[in-house]
T-cell receptor, first 112, second 112 residues
């Protein structure tokens, strides 16, 4: 079973920041938080990941709470092309095992 | 470089027939995953291959489903005696050393 919970849907005005929350209250110390998104009719696309520290790349920022029980994906200036389903997952990356389970995700609609 | 490829892109079959879906992962990627996505649903984990280890088949929905990964590269997902509820998009992903997953475009299977 997926170990994360996300709101099923969100709206965001074009040009504004989109803040997508994720709860992972049972996360263990060696599990990473990953974010992917899936634009309609395409395969999922990697966005960002982190362990403890906040992370930023050209696509987004990831804010992880100090207790690591929740995180927020931030798209700083949402565009219409950011309309997609966003998946938050936790991964336990042992040396020989990396089973990745996706939850239902959050459907983000960017509104003109 | 080439990404993950899948073939065929679309497959229409009659109930009761067997189908084979193929995945060519990114060269050198050690991990390979199969997922299924029914219309409007999230990604359902099916099976995971890691190097030469025995695959994790815990997500396969029935014994009609099987998968192989030959030579640590190409993978084939076989569905025997297809049923209408098998209709879905079948997605393959690969990753290197437990890094980000790269997804293929998927195979859309329709069972009539």
């Amino acid at each position: 079973d997926a170990k994360t919970t996300q709101p099923p849907s969100m709206d965001c005005a074009e040009g504004r920041a989109a803040n997508l929350p994720c709860n992972h209250s049972t996360i263990s110390g060696n599990e990473y938080v990953y974010w992917y998104r899936q634009i309609h009719s395409q395969g999922p696309q990697y966005i960002i990941h982190g362990l403890k520290n906040n992370e930023t790349n050209e696509m987004a920022s990831l804010i992880i709470t100090e207790d690591r029980k929740s995180s927020t994906l931030i798209l700083p200036h949402a565009t219409l092309r950011d309309t997609a389903v966003y998946y938050c997952i936790v991964r336990l990356m042992k040396t020989s095992y990396d089973k990745v389970i996706f939850g239902p995700g959050t459907s983000l609609s960017v509104i003109p | 470089g080439a990404g993950v490829s899948q073939s065929p892109s679309n497959k229409v079959t009659e109930k009761g027939k067997d189908v084979e879906l193929r995945c060519d992962p990114i060269s050198g990627h050690t991990a390979l995953y199969w997922y299924r996505q029914s219309l409007g649903q999230g990604l359902e984990f099916l099976i995971y291959f890691q190097g030469n280890s025995a695959p994790d088949k815990s997500g396969l929905p029935s014994d009609r489903f099987s998968a192989e990964r030959t030579g640590g590269s190409v993978s084939t997902l076989t569905i025997q005696r297809t049923q209408q509820e098998d209709s879905a998009v079948y997605l393959c992903a690969s990753s290197l050393n437990r890094g980000e997953q790269f997804f293929g475009p998927g195979t859309r299977l329709t069972v009539l």
